[in-house]
């Protein structure tokens, strides 16, 4: 049997100046997806607003999430939670080094 086994920390060698959303493994109702992201902050004025719920972990570096009640949540490796479908958020901060990896499960 090929080995297909990959490692979550493992960088690509140059990282693109854009997030890098990966999909680790997908079906019609799951989608898991790796985002590694160095500094990158969601546009001003924009909102994610996503027809699923999303699960997130972040396994390195840090970031910051806000919502539409203007509360704001800071994340460190190995902090998770759940933004519902529709819960209006946005990225605030994304730490640079390390770079942010985020673990993503959409369902």
Request: proline share 7%; aromatic share 12%; glycine share 4%.
């Amino acid at each position: 049997m090929k080995d297909q086994r990959e490692n979550i920390f493992k960088l690509p060698e140059q990282l693109p100046p854009a997030e890098l959303f990966e999909t680790l493994w997908h079906n019609d109702q799951i989608s898991i997806k790796r985002i590694i992201s160095t500094g990158q902050v969601t546009p001003a004025g924009e909102w994610y607003d996503q027809e699923q719920n999303e699960w997130l972990i972040v396994l390195q570096g840090s970031g910051e999430l806000s919502y539409e009640d203007n509360s704001r949540i800071k994340l460190i490796k190995g902090d998770y939670l759940l933004i519902p479908a529709h819960q209006k958020h946005r990225v605030e901060y994304t730490s640079t080094e390390p770079p942010c990896i985020w673990l993503t499960v959409f369902f």
